[in-house]
């Protein structure tokens, strides 16, 4: 097993537990007791010479976290006699979760850059914010787009439109479960919940509820009531999801709000099941409406999995960042967004051109919308603004779409909030395959109970047309680029037939993109007989790349599937 002494606490990696990959902390179980166990009697007991003598009772009352001695026996060792006890449902390791880190811009720290207004601009309520126009995923103009991204008009939330509507509700509480919340940022100091029923300082738990000095949330990586982050990350997050409206800095998706600031990712940015578990109990006990989670890795957590249960039961809304790491989530899954609970809804991250950001994990069966989450404008700690890239950009616009949703609608359950999120979405060809419905969340539309229409073609109308052979040297060249254009006239839908492919996986790439040039899908990697996914139109283009590094044998195409 490694080391990895950046993190805290202590961290291995759990190769040996078969199926498992993952980091943990070490000489740590979590262990669940089957009912009517006796506890004393259970944990006196030795198991390998190593004695089992400490736990820390979590606030689900039947779960345990077990400390033993890794130098006298292994993980897997322990864990597997521990699962094979008549008295214990399960044993599983304390595994490390991380954020889902991001790509900081650091150069919008010092340079404030000029961007046309939108048309819309006096027409609808717009934020006086001096840096609104730079964030695109609210409005997209496509003059305001990023550096070196074409952008695409309305590929955003469509906030605008929805705050005539409603702007949100001081009545919803939105726990940021991440790293803290500088609680001090001007944009966001106004925005914070305050527990009333508690005396700040007095280290006395004066309303009953179980923790001390918790005024505006909770510390679970330092088991303390300040949950100020010491990051940077759960500030960025909170302040897409709702910083004032007050004529400085950035606005969020709602003016009216309140942050639950909850710390269970310390200061490096990691933390523990144990910590997210607690996080998730506190913030279900408090009654928040939202639970805002752009953090993952670890492994799968039958413990962590009831805990969003548990809030699930509590009618709690649960988003979580997809990860960064450009995988499929359907095969290589991502914690705790692949959980299957019905208040899950799994968030990958879209570009200011309507496309999958290429860092973004993705699942056609596992993530469920899409989110602007490429060079995100948002606040920092020290009262400070940054621009961050990843899922975790991407998931606080969907918290703060729902927070407003949920300041106009009462009464639904997590799964029918989930299920109008993706109906109401906006369709995004870049998403087709990507995401369950293909679709980037639209504030407006889902206040206004607005299904877009999804034109899509019939499985079964498909005909296959011969066309001029597109296709590589075998082997293709380093730094190449390959362009041809197929057009069917009166074709509706199109999509290439690739014969054979023999790429560099995720360097070298087809890129097949419709008439207007919206991405539609990149090919990379190997197979034949592939079919891409569909293009409405009649025109496809298809673009080869690599680069210098691996040159494999190519690609052949000569034929492309079409309907009329």
Same mark, same amino acid.
Request: aromatic share 8%; glycine share 10%; proline share 4%.
């Given at each position: 097993?490694?080391?990895?002494?950046?993190?805290?606490?202590?961290?291995?990696?759990?190769?040996?537990?078969?199926?498992?990959?993952?980091?943990?902390?070490?000489?740590?179980?979590?262990?669940?007791?089957?009912?009517?166990?006796?506890?004393?009697?259970?944990?006196?007991?030795?198991?390998?010479?190593?004695?089992?003598?400490?736990?820390?009772?979590?606030?689900?009352?039947?779960?345990?976290?077990?400390?033993?001695?890794?130098?006298l026996?292994?993980?897997?060792?322990?864990?597997?006699?521990?699962?094979?006890r008549?008295?214990?449902?399960?044993?599983?390791?304390?595994?490390?979760?991380?954020?889902?880190?991001?790509?900081?811009?650091?150069?919008?720290?010092?340079?404030?850059?000029?961007?046309?207004?939108?048309?819309d601009?006096?027409?609808?309520?717009?934020?006086?914010?001096?840096?609104?126009?730079?964030?695109?995923?609210?409005?997209?103009?496509?003059?305001?787009?990023?550096?070196?991204?074409?952008?695409?008009?309305g590929?955003?939330?469509?906030?605008?439109?929805?705050?005539?509507?409603?702007?949100g509700?001081?009545?919803?509480?939105?726990?940021?479960i991440?790293?803290?919340?500088?609680?001090?940022?001007?944009?966001?100091?106004?925005?914070?919940?305050?527990?009333?029923?508690?005396?700040?300082?007095?280290g006395?738990?004066?309303?009953?509820?179980g923790?001390?000095?918790d005024?505006?949330?909770?510390?679970?990586?330092?088991?303390?009531?300040?949950?100020?982050?010491?990051?940077?990350? $759960?500030?960025?997050? /909170?302040?897409?999801? +709702?910083? %004032?409206?007050?004529?400085?800095? =950035?606005? &969020? *998706?709602?003016?009216?709000?309140?942050?639950?600031?909850?710390?269970?990712?310390?200061?490096?940015?990691?933390?523990?099941?144990?910590?997210?578990?607690?996080?998730?109990?506190?913030?279900?006990?408090?009654?928040?409406?939202?639970?805002?989670?752009?953090?993952?890795?670890?492994?799968?957590?039958?413990?962590?999995?009831?805990?969003?249960?548990?809030?699930?039961?509590?009618?709690?809304?649960?988003?979580?960042?997809?990860?960064?790491?450009?995988?499929?989530?359907?095969?290589?899954?991502?914690?705790?967004?692949?959980?299957?609970?019905?208040?899950?809804?799994?968030?990958?991250?879209?570009?200011?051109?309507?496309?999958?950001?290429?860092?973004?994990?993705?699942?056609?069966?596992?993530?469920?919308?899409?989110?602007?989450?490429?060079?995100?404008?948002?606040?920092?700690? $020290?009262?400070?603004? /940054?621009?961050?890239? +990843?899922? %975790?950009?991407?998931t606080?616009? =969907?918290? &703060? *779409?729902?927070?407003?949703?949920?300041?106009?609608?009462?009464?639904?359950?997590?799964?029918?909030?989930?299920?109008?999120?993706?109906?109401?979405?906006?369709?995004?060809?870049?998403?087709?395959?990507?995401?369950?419905?293909?679709?980037?969340?639209?504030?407006?539309?889902?206040?206004?109970?607005?299904?877009?229409?999804?034109?899509?073609?019939?499985?079964?109308?498909?005909?296959?047309v011969?066309?001029?052979?597109f296709?590589?040297?075998?082997?293709?060249?380093?730094?190449?680029?390959?362009?041809?254009?197929?057009?069917?006239e009166?074709?509706?839908?199109?999509?290439?037939?690739?014969?054979?492919?023999?790429?560099?996986?995720?360097?070298?790439?087809?890129?097949?993109?419709d008439?207007?040039?919206?991405?539609?899908?990149?090919?990379?990697?190997?197979?034949?007989?592939?079919?891409?996914?569909?293009?409405?139109?009649?025109?496809?283009?298809?673009?080869?790349?690599?680069?210098?590094?691996?040159?494999?044998?190519?690609?052949?195409?000569?034929?492309?599937?079409?309907?009329?």
């Amino acid at each position: 097993m490694r080391l990895k002494a950046f993190l805290a606490p202590a961290v291995v990696s759990a190769m040996a537990l078969s199926p498992l990959a993952a980091d943990y902390v070490p000489g740590e179980l979590i262990v669940k007791l089957k009912k009517d166990v006796s506890v004393e009697s259970f944990f006196g007991q030795s198991l390998h010479g190593s004695s089992l003598d400490r736990r820390i009772e979590l606030t689900s009352g039947d779960l345990y976290v077990v400390k033993f001695n890794e130098s006298l026996v292994s993980i897997d060792a322990i864990a597997k006699q521990m699962n094979e006890r008549a008295e214990v449902e399960y044993a599983e390791p304390n595994f490390i979760y991380e954020i889902v880190k991001p790509i900081v811009h650091t150069n919008v720290l010092e340079e404030i850059l000029s961007y046309n207004t939108s048309s819309d601009e006096g027409v609808y309520y717009t934020p006086a914010d001096e840096k609104f126009g730079q964030l695109w995923g609210l409005r997209n103009t496509g003059s305001n787009a990023p550096r070196g991204v074409s952008g695409l008009e309305g590929a955003d939330v469509d906030a605008l439109r929805a705050w005539e509507i409603t702007q949100g509700d001081r009545a919803i509480k939105i726990a940021v479960i991440d790293t803290g919340i500088d609680y001090n940022h001007p944009d966001l100091r106004d925005q914070m919940w305050t527990n009333e029923g508690e005396i700040p300082g007095n280290g006395i738990d004066d309303d009953g509820n179980g923790y001390i000095d918790d005024i505006h949330g909770y510390d679970f990586a330092n088991n303390d009531g300040d949950p100020m982050d010491g990051h940077s990350h $759960g500030t960025h997050c /909170a302040g897409t999801i +709702g910083a %004032s409206h007050n004529a400085i800095g =950035v606005a &969020g *998706v709602m003016r009216d709000v309140q942050f639950v600031g909850i710390k269970f990712l310390t200061d490096s940015g990691s933390g523990s099941t144990e910590a997210a578990i607690k996080s998730i109990d506190y913030a279900t006990k408090i009654g928040v409406d939202i639970m805002s989670n752009s953090w993952g890795g670890g492994g799968r957590s039958e413990a962590l999995k009831e805990a969003i249960e548990r809030a699930n039961e509590a009618g709690i809304v649960f988003t979580a960042a997809a990860g960064n790491s450009s995988t499929d989530n359907d095969s290589k899954p991502h914690y705790p967004s692949n959980y299957n609970v019905d208040n899950v809804i799994s968030v990958a991250a879209t570009t200011a051109a309507d496309e999958l950001a290429s860092f973004s994990c993705y699942g056609r069966s596992t993530v469920h919308i899409g989110a602007p989450g490429h060079e995100i404008l948002s606040t920092v700690k $020290g009262g400070r603004y /940054a621009s961050y890239s +990843g899922t %975790s950009m991407a998931t606080p616009h =969907v918290s &703060g *779409v729902i927070g407003l949703f949920l300041s106009e609608n009462k009464g639904l359950t997590p799964l029918q909030i989930r299920n109008k999120v993706m109906v109401t979405s906006d369709p995004v060809a870049a998403l087709r395959g990507k995401t369950i419905n293909a679709g980037r969340i639209n504030a407006y539309n889902l206040l206004t109970d607005t299904v877009p229409e999804r034109n899509e073609p019939n499985p079964e109308d498909w005909q296959t047309v011969n066309v001029s052979s597109f296709e590589s040297e075998h082997p293709y060249l380093e730094n190449q680029t390959l362009e041809t254009t197929y057009t069917v006239e009166g074709a509706k839908f199109m999509r290439v037939r690739v014969r054979k492919f023999d790429l560099e996986n995720r360097y070298d790439f087809i890129e097949v993109r419709d008439a207007r040039g919206v991405l539609i899908e990149k090919i990379t990697g190997s197979g034949e007989n592939y079919t891409s996914f569909f293009a409405e139109g009649d025109t496809l283009k298809l673009i080869f790349k690599s680069d210098r590094s691996v040159q494999k044998w190519g690609f052949a195409i000569d034929q492309v599937d079409v309907q009329y």
